[in-house]
Each structure stands twice: as structure tokens, then as C-alpha cells.
T-cell receptor, first 122, second 111 residues
Framework: GAVVSQHPSWVICKSGTSVKIECRSL??????MFWYRQFPKQSLMLMAT?????????EQGVEKDKFLINHASLTLSTLTVTSAHPEDSSFYIC??????????????????FGPGTRLTVT | QKEVDQDPGPLSVPEGAIVSLNCTYS??????FMWYRQYSRKGPELLMY????GNKEDGRFTAQVDKSSKYISLFIRDSQPSDSATYLC???????????FGKGITLSVRP
């Protein structure tokens, strides 16, 4: 299957600072990527849709000025948490659609997830 | 009515059992159906992917989609302790569209 990586896997930062998380598609190109956050024992919550070469689309209730998304290339999307606060501590995960193996050209895509980034704000 | 409904469990079975996981949905526009497995503090891992209706088998895993009933299932045969994880169903209306998830069910396979 397709591989999505994230960096860093774990980051600790002080309150008020900014943190950048990278999401890369390693063996495919992704015009669209998705960013989620997940709190313990809860399901994934979609934060925004990242579109290569255009502005991200944010879900209702997600502050676009706080969670900056940049999709500068077909293999890289970044999420920057600005002026982080302890309540921003969470598990951040990205995903990207890719062709499934053996599906051939033009076949609809499944979504593959990165390993996640654990953010702790002190 | 929830857009995607999944019994949150938890579910505990003995090793070797057949596990049946299910989700129902209300949006008839969903065309793409996925099952993910998530271990604690890890990203979800794609297990099965089905486009439209039908069955798909991959090793010990079988996915079924019944669009007429708006019902999808994942069967795990000969379950192993390593299958202990949270299983999430997910679906979307388009290939590059956002996913709608079930709540996830935590499965524990007892040795």
C-alpha cells in the first residue's frame, strides 16, 4: 500500500510557541491531504482538507489562523499550530488518498494515514 | 440519525474465534468503504477497501458492503491476540473526499 510519513512523531513545546508538523506522501502524489486530531479514546476529528496549490478548507469550529496549513507540493503538507496552548495537546494525524495496489489506472482511491504526531504543550 | 453508526463495544473474544464487526450508515451517496485498524498511539492502518457493493477477501479478513441495506461488515477469521486493537469503519462519497468515521470498536482477543 501507499506510505504516508509524518515528522516529528512526538514534540513537546512551551505554551505560546509555534510547532510545525510535516506530512509526506512517500511513493505517490497527493493533490489532497487531510488533517485530523484525536483525543484519547476518541475517534478522529477532521480539522481541515489541504489542497495542493490552493487554500485549505477548514471544518466548522477549527480556527484557521491558529492551525495554518500549507500544501506546497504534491508530496508535502504542513500543519503549523501557532501560539500553542495546553489544550492543543493532542495526537495529530494526516491522511492522503492513493490508488490501491493492483487497482490499475483510474480506479478510485483509498485513504492512507500517517503514523501521527503527538503534541504536548507545557 | 447518525451518519455512520458503529457499536463502540468493547468486544472480547477468545483466540481463534471469528469476529464480526458492523457499521450502518444513512447517507446513500457513500460509494467508498474502508476498514481501519488502529493500535494505541499509532495512525490508522488500512485493512480493507471496497468501492460500491460487494465482498472482498484478503487473508483472514473479509469485507462486505450491502448498499441496499446501508450496512457494511468486517469479518476476521482465526482471530489472534495481535488483532487486539480499535477497528474503525469509514466511508466517503468521492475518491478524494473526506472520510466519515464510525466511533470505532475496541477488540480484545484473549490467548
Amino acid at each position: 500500500g501507499a506510505v504516508v510519513s509524518q515528522h516529528p512523531s512526538w514534540v513537546i513545546c512551551k505554551s505560546g510557541t509555534s510547532v510545525k508538523i510535516e506530512c509526506r506522501s512517500l511513493d505517490f502524489q497527493a493533490t489532497t491531504m487531510f488533517w485530523y486530531r484525536q483525543f484519547p479514546k476518541q475517534s478522529l476529528m477532521l480539522m481541515a482538507t489541504s489542497n495542493e496549490g490552493s487554500k485549505a478548507t477548514y471544518e466548522q469550529g477549527v480556527e484557521k489562523d491558529k492551525f495554518l496549513i500549507n500544501h506546497a507540493s504534491l508530496t508535502l503538507s504542513t500543519l503549523t499550530v501557532t501560539s500553542a496552548h495546553p489544550e492543543d495537546s493532542s495526537f495529530y494525524i494526516c491522511s492522503a488518498p492513493a490508488q490501491t495496489s493492483g487497482s490499475g489506472g483510474g480506479t478510485p482511491a483509498a485513504q492512507y494515514f500517517g503514523p501521527g504526531t503527538r503534541l504536548t504543550v507545557t | 440519525q447518525k451518519e455512520v453508526d458503529q457499536d463502540p463495544g468493547p468486544l472480547s473474544v477468545p483466540e481463534g474465534a471469528i469476529v464480526s464487526l458492523n457499521c450502518t450508515y444513512s447517507n446513500s451517496a457513500f460509494q467508498y468503504f474502508m476498514w481501519y485498524r488502529q493500535y494505541s498511539r499509532k495512525g490508522p492502518e488500512l485493512l480493507m477497501y471496497t468501492y460500491s457493493s460487494g465482498n472482498k477477501e484478503d487473508g483472514r479478513f473479509t469485507a462486505q458492503v450491502d448498499k441496499s441495506s446501508k450496512y457494511i461488515s468486517l469479518f476476521i477469521r482465526d482471530s489472534q491476540p495481535s488483532d487486539s486493537a480499535t477497528y474503525l469503519c469509514a466511508m466517503s462519497t468521492g475518491a478524494n473526499s473526506k472520510l466519515t468515521f464510525g466511533k470505532g470498536i475496541t477488540l480484545s482477543v484473549r490467548p
